[in-house]
């Protein structure tokens, strides 16, 4: 097994990385290869018998923010090989239809940015209309 320091190729202690010449090419590529026979005999994929019990995820009944956009990716594809819902361009985002959980992928549509900013502000200025029209406790 090649050392990992080499003084008398690419000068100082550079390390096998440091050289260019062949020599040291060649001592990269075993020490490269040695270390990937030890890290795949340390690490068995599977147990004999199949893969273990339990392995893989499972669904989720209500994801995250991520795992919605998730399944509607998976379910519907990206974005952008759909038009926009409202001005016909190009979309980019998925928005989620206001009311709906998002857990069905049904529940989004296709929508380029600025729809989708001006869709969003129309539910975040109710709401903060609603807000303002409280009256303070006394």
């Given at each position: ?11 100082g202690t550079k390390g096998i990385r440091g050289c260019l010449c062949e020599v040291c090419a060649e001592r990269r590529r075993e020490y ?8 795949r005999a340390a690490k068995p994929r599977n147990p004999p018998g199949g893969a ?87």
């Amino acid at each position: 097994m090649p050392t990992p320091l080499i003084k008398e190729h690419g000068g100082g202690t550079k390390g096998i990385r440091g050289c260019l010449c062949e020599v040291c090419a060649e001592r990269r590529r075993e020490y490269a290869r040695l270390n990937a026979r030890k890290y795949r005999a340390a690490k068995p994929r599977n147990p004999p018998g199949g893969a273990r019990p339990g392995a893989g995820r499972k669904p989720v009944e209500n994801p995250g923010y991520w795992g919605r956009h998730r399944r509607v990716y998976k379910a519907r594809g990206s974005a952008s090989g759909y038009a926009c819902e409202n001005c016909g361009w190009r979309a980019m985002q998925w928005a989620r239809i206001h009311g709906r959980t998002g857990n069905d992928p049904a529940d989004y549509r296709p929508l380029c940015g600025k729809c989708h900013a001006i869709y969003d502000a129309e539910i975040h200025a109710a709401a903060y209309a609603r807000r303002k029209v409280r009256q303070p406790s006394p």
